[in-house]
């Protein structure tokens, strides 16, 4: 992604101040696609790439998806996951769901 004008909101600037991070170093972040990011549960981490482990339940049916990958903060234990992931978890849950199993584990593959 090229972006020819970034706006940052006065949040931004803020925690851009208070974090030392450069409007360059955001640039590059979004057009490399690189997150920096900060935990909005506990306000007091940033996120580091990883995997996690999600758990949904629905109707008597437990679905774990492992090997995730994530955005987790550091800090909390919080993962973030990207639209297109939370779409496959869904996707897959989902899928579980209509088998009507009572519990499944899943092993997240081929991974983006
Ligand atoms: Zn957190």
Known sequence: MICKKISFSGHALRRMFEREISETEIRTAIETGLIIMECVICKNGTT?????????????SIIAIKEVPADVCQNCGEYYLSEEMTKEVLKRANDAVKKGVEFEVIKMTKVA
């Open 48 to 60: 580091k790439k990883g995997k996690v482990t999600v758990t949904l339940e629905r109707k008597g």
